[in-house]
């Protein structure tokens, strides 16, 4: 009867510990598939020409498949995206985490969460429709559907993990902190802008890290405003990012042109491997204080 | 007075950070004002009675969104279905099982990272693994499993806080009654963990509603009517990929806009339910 019941508890043990590490499982799955499938295009079409080449001809008599211009335009539309977000984002944490009254907090707190709710094509639709044509006839380019509409819709999706994460950390901080700053005679700014937000900073950091980590993965909405053609990246020039390069082709692609799509997408996943990385650095450094 | 101290130069610093600040928060909420208004003014007059109850006809010209919602509803059903058991399953065996501190850093690392990967690259894989290899075809239900693999970190998650909250009191007063671990786990620890399980599964609601980078390739995007059966095996676009499709593919703006003002109100009604939920929660915890 006893050893009956501790096979029975031996078992359910055995079945939680399955169920735990089907997450495990699931990042193998991905990371294997990714690597397996990705790999062929780059033996074929060698590691260096498929990095750096600057021409994308895939269904070109000769094709020729480089991807420095899907790489380039996504750095540079991550990094546009954070030049705007950032500032827009860490200002709005400061003033809602200390300054705002509860009423205001409260209401922006739901704003924000309302911001990150919006699906993604969504945000491609508004931008199509507005962001587009508003930049066509502001810069007076012939088409405004450009890596510039892209960072602008880029911008905004990143704002609410920024002001999310930033707000959690600086609310985080010491009371203590801020008292002795005040008590010594600076005033209530000078005292969010350099005593919390500096003892904040790896929160912050990680708000950043976390965004550059949706901007490089989304897809959709730049699909819609960056006008999808495979330029080297120009600020008011149709351009290709590494999403939308996968995105765009997989429905009638077979073959190498195939590979070489899962190979964009295995340089995609190490981008965000190496995020994921530096994210945990600064996760961890904020556990250890 | 010790206020007159503060230097014209401290003065300006002091009135630039204020400004910033409020243009920034201005900025910010007028944006989901802009897009909240926007989207409802342009999209609410293209919704009829005709556009909810019936399907896009070639024949008579007009467009219906009734299998787009029915797709998409399949699909939420049978992801939930799916992925409530092996999250709950996997925040179990980590708050009540796992002992190894090392298998618990993986375990969590694991999420993370499952979290933090593109959406586009969820389709890929799902194409290629669900599709592909195990068979399904085009389908909701590869699509279905593909979202699985999205949303268990979240399920996990609220699972995870929730059971942290049932009091150790408790299952040292079972274990002492003599109850087995499996007996403690279902009378003890699961009815405490429904909170959080509720909390994940509108998280993941509102994460399904928004998908269309990883259905796209795993789900298709036909406009079939279909029952629950036949529909999850056969390939159907939920509503964010049939807005995807009119806009960028057939240009009918107006079709996109009226799906967007639906989804815009789904996602303003599950915002109000994740803080409404919460808030009942936290009430009943604390009497």
Same mark, same amino acid.
């Given at each position: 009867m006893k050893n009956k019941k501790r096979l029975f508890e031996t078992i359910i043990h055995g079945i939680f510990l399955l169920l735990g590490l089907i997450t495990v499982g699931f990042v193998l799955l991905i990371t294997i598939y990714l690597v397996i499938s990705g790999i062929p295009a780059i033996r074929t079409i060698g590691l260096f020409p498929f990095l750096f080449?600057?021409?994308?001809?895939?269904?070109?008599?000769e094709p020729s498949y480089g991807i420095l211009p899907f790489i380039l335009t996504s750095v540079y539309g991550t990094a546009g995206a954070m030049v705007l977000g950032v500032p827009i984002g860490f200002l709005t944490a400061v003033y809602l985490a200390k300054i705002a009254n509860p009423k205001v907090k409260a209401v922006m707190e739901q704003a924000v969460s309302m911001l990150a709710g919006i699906p993604s094509v969504v945000y491609g639709l508004v931008g199509m429709l507005t962001l587009v044509p508003g930049i066509r006839k502001l810069f007076n380019v012939p088409d405004g559907a450009s890596l510039f509409a892209a960072i602008i819709v880029l911008a905004i999706m990143v704002l609410p993990s920024i002001i999310k994460v930033s707000m959690t950390a600086l609310e985080a901080v010491p009371k203590e902190y801020e008292d002795a700053s005040l008590a010594l005679g600076a005033t209530p700014i000078e005292t969010y802008f350099r005593v919390s937000v500096p003892a904040a900073r790896s929160g912050i950091a990680a708000a950043v890290v976390l965004g550059v980590g949706r901007a490089i993965g989304e897809a959709m909405a730049v699909m819609m405003v960056s006008g999808?053609?495979?330029?080297?990246?120009?600020?008011f020039q149709s351009v290709r990012f590494l999403t939308t390069a996968v995105a765009s082709e997989m429905s009638y692609s077979s073959g190498l042109q195939q590979q070489a799509l899962f190979s964009i997408a295995l340089v995609l996943f190490l981008f965000i491997m190496l995020i994921n990385v530096i994210l945990n650095f600064f996760l961890k450094g904020d556990k250890e204080k | 007075m010790l206020t007159n101290k503060v230097s014209g130069k401290r003065k300006l610093y002091i009135w630039c950070m204020r400004s910033l600040m409020w243009i920034a928060t201005i900025l910010t909420g007028g944006l989901v004002l802009f897009f909240i208004l926007y989207v409802l003014i342009r999209g609410i007059p293209n919704i009829t009675w005709e556009f909810f109850s019936t399907k896009p006809s070639y024949l008579s010209g007009q467009i219906g969104i009734l299998p787009d919602i029915l797709n998409t509803l399949y699909i939420i059903l049978a992801t939930l279905i799916l992925v409530i058991p092996l999250g709950v399953g996997a925040a179990i065996y980590l708050t009540e099982y796992a002992s190894n501190k090392r298998m618990v850093t993986l375990i969590e690392y694991a999420a993370e990272t499952l979290s933090g990967i593109p959406s586009i690259i969820y389709g890929l894989v799902g194409m290629l693994f669900f599709c592909q290899f195990l068979n399904m075809k085009t389908s909701l239900l590869a699509g279905a499993f593909t979202l699985v693999i999205m949303n268990l970190p979240t399920i996990m998650r609220t699972t995870q806080e929730s059971l942290k909250t049932v009091p150790q009191s408790y299952r040292e007063g079972a274990f002492g009654l003599g109850a087995g671990k499996w007996r403690v786990i279902r009378t003890v620890v699961l009815p405490g963990c429904v909170d959080g399980v509720i909390t994940g599964c509108i998280l993941s609601i509102g994460r399904i509603l928004g998908e269309s980078a990883a259905l796209?390739?795993?789900? &298709?995007?036909a406009h079939a009517l279909n029952g629950l059966f036949r529909g999850l095996n056969s390939p159907g676009a939920t509503l964010t990929v049939a807005l995807y499709v009119y806009a960028?593919?057939? &240009?009918e703006f107006g079709i996109a806009f009226a799906i967007a003002a639906i989804l815009m109100i789904l996602a303003l009604t599950i915002n109000l339910a994740t803080m409404v939920v919460s808030k009942y929660f936290q009430r009943r915890k604390n009497l």
């Open positions: 080449g600057t021409t994308w001809e895939s269904t070109a008599a999808n053609v495979p330029n080297m990246p120009s600020l | 796209l390739f795993t789900a &298709g995007f960028k593919e057939q &240009g």
